[in-house]
């Protein structure tokens, strides 16, 4: 079971991995999804549609992976409300308590703008082939867009910030992980997007546009990976001995392959985009399990 904070290692199992990897990847695709759709062009739309049809699914794994661990599917439910008398629990002081009610209301904004997505599919795909410079909008839906990215930012964060509250050696010891966590997630939803447009040529404009914005989820998640290893002082060999050291080189494997793909050197030209998307998400999630993971060992 998931605790406030760790005396001793909590000894998560592997579906807790897969919560942080899948909140991660259900935030940033929809801050990107908004983002596409606040500041792209008709054409880009195509593309936003995807990220926000991806966000919600990605999105309902997260709560089924939490009550797997916390072993009673009604405990989930107890993070929100009162067992006795049925009113909303909010502990602005708990970092559980704050994530399961950001899971439930971001939940809230994907389930709409995903109807949204799923409605406007052959409007937006004959817009974006006429030629169309934007897409007509309402004030009202940019405002809910923001707002459900906002949430999703602190989606994608969560699961770091909720390492570093605890008492457990190495995630105490650094203030990197929100942060890296989001830079990390942004980039894995950016690559998944990539992912699933590849078949639809409405949206092969779009793609230069996520590359050079994976391009920088990609270098400020490298900064941050090397503030971490320098803010843990002497508990880096903690992360970094031992077998753990070859997660690190997957890591580095889903970053710098990546990111020199997209700036095109001779070498990395016969690295497909699709490889390059494939190799940012197992660095993605090979990030995730050697900190979590290693600070238990």
């Known amino acids: 079971m998931i605790n406030e904070h760790f005396v001793a290692p909590p000894n998560w199992e592997w579906y807790i991995l897969l919560y942080f990897?899948?909140?991660?990847?259900?935030?940033?695709?929809?801050?990107?999804?908004?983002?596409?759709?606040?500041?792209?062009?008709?054409?880009?739309?195509?593309?936003?549609?995807?990220?926000?049809?991806?966000?919600?699914?990605?999105?309902?794994?997260?709560?089924?992976?939490?009550?797997?661990?916390?072993?009673?599917?009604?405990?989930?439910?107890?993070?929100?409300?009162?067992?006795?008398?049925?009113t909303p629990i909010l502990k602005v002081w708990?970092?559980?308590?704050?994530?399961?009610?950001?899971?439930?209301?971001?939940?809230?904004?994907?389930?709409?703008m995903f109807l949204v997505a799923l409605g406007e599919g052959g409007y937006v795909r004959s817009r974006a082939l006429s030629g169309v410079g934007r897409l007509p909008g309402s004030v009202l839906g940019a405002a809910f867009m923001?707002?459900?990215?906002?949430?999703?930012?602190?989606?994608?964060?969560?699961?770091?910030?909720?390492l570093a509250v605890s008492n457990q050696p190495v995630w105490s010891d650094t203030w990197t992980l929100g942060g890296l966590f989001l830079a990390s997630g942004l980039s894995g939803a950016a690559a998944t997007i990539m992912l699933l447009s590849r078949r639809q040529r409405e949206a092969n404009v779009t793609e230069p546009k996520l590359m050079e914005a994976d391009r920088y989820f990609i270098i400020i998640e490298l900064v941050l990976i090397?503030?971490?290893?320098?803010?843990?002082?002497?508990?880096?060999t903690k992360t970094l001995g031992g077998a753990w050291i070859l997660l690190w080189l997957v890591v580095l494997v889903g970053t710098l392959v990546?990111?020199?793909?997209?700036?095109?050197?001779?070498?990395?030209?016969?690295?497909?985009?699709?490889?390059?998307?494939?190799?940012?998400?197992?660095?993605?999630?090979?990030?995730?399990?050697?900190?979590?993971f290693s600070a238990q060992a």
């Open 226 to 236: 090397a503030i971490f290893l320098v803010t843990l002082g002497g508990l880096v």
């Open 21 to 86: 990897f899948f909140a991660g990847l259900a935030g940033g695709a929809f801050v990107i999804g908004t983002m596409l759709r606040l500041w792209g062009s008709a054409a880009d739309w195509v593309t936003s549609r995807i990220a926000f049809l991806i966000s919600l699914p990605l999105l309902l794994i997260c709560p089924i992976l939490l009550t797997v661990d916390l072993g009673k599917p009604l405990d989930f439910w107890h993070m929100l409300f009162d067992a006795n008398t049925g």
């Open 94 to 112: 708990s970092p559980m308590s704050l994530g399961a009610w950001a899971l439930l209301i971001f939940g809230f904004f994907a389930f709409v």
């Open 146 to 162: 923001v707002i459900g990215a906002i949430l999703g930012i602190f989606v994608a964060a969560y699961t770091g910030v909720l």
């Open 258 to 292: 990546p990111l020199l793909v997209e700036w095109r050197p001779r070498w990395a030209r016969q690295v497909s985009p699709v490889l390059a998307s494939v190799l940012v998400l197992v660095g993605v999630f090979a990030l995730r399990a050697v900190i979590i």
